[in-house]
């Protein structure tokens, strides 16, 4: 088999070449075998790692012809010397050669069918090893010659990103996609709903109306949940995302991760403890337990102290450390959903500190989205809302009242707001004012009692903005001493009815 058809192609810069070996980590005869395998009986191609891609092989010429092989065969048509020779004959890496020959001298050269899983192995290890040789000299390059707009912690963040893709998608950068490659994985997705038959696509919130609206929290989503203070946002993710942990626990064994920049650790267990064992969450703060409520406590402990749920109470964390948390939890525990109390209590990055607050929110909500795409991941996150809300009669929140709404509502896929009006009435209970007869006061006080009655242990979950389905208003049942939200037994308004 004639060796020196292959090309030697260099893959760093020369300024900064290896110094301790000649030549990238190849095997052309690994790649040639590979080949030859494939044109002697085309289904070996089935028996190949499903991780094996094109991309792997180091002979540019040996990726063009594998990459005809998949074509032909994915259409039906037999891979040989013959069909090859025509399907290559435009090729600008056939090169000076008889290519039929080539082919040919590959196809005989097979020693063992059964062993082309393992060259295939081994060309992928190969193109891994280039891989970290070329992350690596990278990192080397921009440390020798830094840039004042990028911290060394931004490096690490960058690193690490490349060697999370690498780890978990076989390549360092995406780059453009074939329509042939997107087109197959848009019709797999529609397969799997179709398969689905009516179930969700994305996790389970715990929350029916919900769900229905939602399809559950999608992967790659950026979700918002804002809401002013006391309104419950907080006790609402965390209800989402521990339904989602029991979840996972039963299906995948995936894991929940909350960034809590605000309350420690140990609050938000003890919200959960109250909400699971559904004992006051001021006895649980106080102590003031009986024997019967201590004994149902160490139960629930019991029940869901294995659950895949993790929380992070760092203060101040910037994005760049989200990601890295993140990228290092779903390799080793797995990852389903991120939850993170709040955007506005991310630290934002230097440079954008200096353009001002809008600009330093958009690049967090930029970098979350990016995060919630690169991970395969839904991201839930808080916001807060501006006091316009507090100006208004009617105290609804909409997208206008998002504070830094521009960046948060334009990169985000779904925008949520949590609204009780219960709360809203408990501080305006009537009081009878000067020179108003006791009947005028009388009925002014009736129709704010008959309203609060109504409002009493309701929310709404109003979804504003959903990028892919439709708007509307959940209805949920609130328990303040429980911190617990939970279905209502009525229906939902229509999507028509959003405020």
């Known amino acids: 088999m004639d060796k020196t058809l292959t090309k030697d192609v260099s893959y760093l810069d020369t300024e900064h070449s290896l110094k301790?070996?000649?030549?990238?980590?190849?095997?052309?005869?690994a790649e040639q075998s590979l080949i030859g395998s494939v044109l002697f009986d085309n289904k070996v191609l089935e028996d190949l790692p499903t991780n094996f891609?094109?991309?792997?092989?180091?002979?540019?010429?040996h990726a063009s012809i594998f990459d005809a092989c998949i074509f032909l065969i994915d259409n039906g048509r037999l891979a040989d010397p013959l069909t090859l020779k025509s399907y290559l004959k435009q090729d600008d890496l056939q090169r000076d050669m008889d290519i039929e020959k080539y082919l040919s001298e590959l196809r005989e050269g097979v020693v063992s069918l059964s062993k082309a899983k393992f060259y295939a192995e081994e060309i992928r290890n190969c193109y891994v090893r280039r891989s970290l040789i070329r992350i690596g000299d990278e990192l080397i390059n921009k440390s020798v010659n830094p840039t004042i707009d990028i911290t060394p912690d931004q490096e690490i963040s960058n690193t690490e990103e490349q060697l999370y893709n690498l780890a978990?998608?076989?390549?360092?950068?995406?780059?453009?996609?074939?329509?042939?490659?997107?087109?197959a994985s848009a019709t797999n997705q529609i397969n799997e709903a179709y398969n689905r038959k009516g179930k969700l696509s994305g996790i389970d919130t715990g929350f029916s109306g919900l769900n229905r609206q939602l399809g559950g929290l999608n992967k790659s989503d950026l979700l918002v949940l804002a809401g002013r203070p006391a309104m419950g946002k907080t006790a609402l993710a965390t209800n989402i995302g521990f339904n989602a942990a029991k979840s996972s626990k039963l299906e995948k064994n995936e894991s929940i991760l909350i960034f809590s920049l605000e309350m420690s650790a140990e609050q938000l267990a003890q919200r959960i403890l109250a909400e699971q064992s559904t004992i006051d969450s001021h006895k649980l703060r106080s102590g003031d337990l009986n024997e019967t409520e201590f004994s149902k406590l160490v139960s629930t402990q019991n029940d869901i102290l294995n659950l895949p749920f993790f929380i992070d109470d760092t203060p101040a964390i910037s994005v760049g450390q989200i990601a890295s948390r993140a990228r290092r939890l779903k390799r080793t525990h797995g990852l389903s959903l991120i939850i993170i109390d709040y955007i506005q209590l991310i630290q934002g990055s230097k440079a954008s500190e200096a353009q001002g607050r809008v600009q330093e929110v958009s690049n967090i909500t930029r970098g979350l989205k990016s995060l919630a795409k690169e991970l395969n991941v839904p991201i839930l996150a808080l916001s807060q809302l501006s006091r316009a809300v507090e100006q208004r009669e009617d105290k609804?929140?909409?997208?206008?009242?998002?504070?830094?709404?521009?960046?948060?509502?334009?990169?985000?896929?779904?925008?949520?707001f949590v609204y009780r009006e219960e709360y809203y009435l408990d501080k305006?209970?009537?009081?009878?004012?000067?020179?108003?007869?006791?009947?005028?006061?009388?009925e002014r006080f009736l129709k704010w009692q008959d309203r609060r009655n109504m409002a009493e242990g309701k929310a709404e979950i109003?979804?504003?903005?959903?990028?892919?389905?439709?708007?509307?208003i959940v209805q949920v049942q609130f328990e303040a001493k429980f911190t617990r939200f939970m279905d209502l037994v009525q229906d939902d308004r229509l999507p028509d009815q959003i405020y």
């Open 20 to 29: 301790s070996s000649d030549k990238m980590p190849q095997n052309i005869e």
């Open 53 to 61: 891609a094109t991309r792997h092989f180091f002979d540019p010429l």
């Open 168 to 183: 978990e998608k076989d390549q360092i950068n995406s780059g453009p996609l074939d329509f042939k490659s997107v087109l």
């Open 396 to 416: 609804r929140p909409i997208l206008a009242d998002l504070r830094e709404s521009g960046s948060i509502e334009q990169d985000a896929d779904v925008v949520m």
């Open 428 to 442: 305006s209970e009537p009081t009878q004012r000067d020179n108003e007869n006791q009947e005028s006061f009388n």
């Open 462 to 472: 109003i979804i504003s903005k959903q990028r892919h389905g439709p708007t509307g």
